[in-house]
């Protein structure tokens, strides 16, 4: 029922900047953590940021200080901004959602709810 729609990828030079927007349908927004997660192709799905109901957040390690996970105040929206992009950003992109576990970091097994992702290339 919980529907998750990203939106906001495209191809940038490095050093450039993009901002990446899921938008939150089908659920009430009270306990819950929501993320983004990224997979290029023979590398598992990896998580890149997340965020819990108080709006703690948490990054990897690769991201932390160039990349930025925010809600808007009806917690509806999922935003990432990204700036300062590596050709190793370059990935397709995931919203995903957790309505049980709720802990940061988010991990791949606790994910119950998944976009369908956006691309991100980074390239000059």
């Known amino acids: 029922q919980v529907q998750l729609a990203e939106s906001g990828g495209g191809s940038m030079q490095p050093g450039g900047s993009l901002r990446l927007s899921c938008a939150v349908s089908?659920?009430?927004?009270?306990?819950?953590?929501m993320g983004w997660f990224r997979q290029v192709p023979g590398k598992e799905r990896e998580g890149v940021a997340s965020?819990?109901?108080?709006?703690?957040?948490m990054y990897a390690d690769s991201v932390k200080s160039r990349f930025t996970i925010s809600q808007d105040n009806a917690k509806n929206n999922l935003y990432l901004q990204m700036t300062g992009l590596k050709p190793d950003d370059t990935a397709m992109y995931y919203c995903?959602?957790?309505?049980?576990?709720?802990?940061?970091?988010?991990?791949?097994?606790?994910?119950?709810?998944w976009g369908q992702g956006t691309q991100v290339t980074v390239s000059s």
């Open positions: 995903a959602a957790d309505v049980y576990r709720c802990t940061l970091p988010m991990v791949l097994a606790s994910v119950d709810y």
């Open positions: 089908g659920y009430s927004h009270n306990k819950y953590c």
């Open positions: 965020i819990d109901s108080n709006r703690h957040t």
